[in-house]
C-alpha cells in the first residue's frame, strides 16, 4: 500500500472511529456501515469485508495516533528526561479527549483476540518508551538509581491500564484527563530525586497541564 492510499484509509478509519466514539461500537458495525452508500464505497475499495478487519483499523488507528505523540515530540532524541515526559504526557491527556475508553473497552468483550494484540503491541510500545526515559533520566541526576528500570516501566504501563478500565472508574463519574494528570503526577513524584522534583513543580507551575 502507497503512501497515499494509506493516508486516505487512516482518515476513513479515523471518520469512523470518531463515529464510533459518538454513538457507540453497538450503532457502528460492518453491516450498518455498508448500508450507508459512501460508506459501502470505501469499504469495498480497502477489501474490510468483517467486523474483525474493522475493529482492527480502527485500534491500529488509535494506537498511531497515540504512538505519533512521541515521533512528532522527537521523545528518544530529547536531552531532558523530565521535560520531554512532561511534554508528550501532556499532549496524550489532550489527544485522549479524542479517544473513548468505553468503546475501547468495548471491543475487549467482543472482540478478545484483535483487542489482545492491540494491547500487547502497545504495551510493547510503551514499555520500550518508559525505558528509553528512564535511562536518560537516571544519567541526568532527575530520577533515582536505585529503581529497576523495568519494574518501574510495567508500573507506569499499569497505572495506565487501570485508569482505562471504566469499570473501576465510570467515565460519567470520573474525567479521563484528570485521572491521567493524577495518575502522571503520582509516577513522577515516586520515581525523581529531589533536584527532579523541583524541576517538575517548576515545570507544572509555568505550563498549563
Known sequence: MDKEVKKELNQFITTIRNMTNLQGTEAVTLDKLLAIPEFETELRKYRIYSDEKLVTLILENERSMFEVIFKDFNFD??????????????EMSAKFRNLSPSVTHD???????VYQKHLDKR??????????????????GMYRDDLSIELVARRYISRLLDIHDIESFPPEQFSFNTLFDQMFENFVTSIA???????YNEKKQSTSF
Open 123 to 140: 504495551i510493547a510500545f510503551i514499555n520500550e518508551k518508559i525505558q528509553v526515559n528512564m535511562r536518560k533520566g537516571i544519567s541526568q
Open 193 to 199: 530525586t529531589q533536584k527532579g522534583i523541583d524541576y
Open 107 to 113: 471491543y475487549k468483550y467482543k472482540h478478545p483476540k
Open 77 to 90: 532524541g530529547n536531552e531532558d528526561a523530565i521535560d520531554i515526559l512532561f511534554t508528550v504526557s501532556k
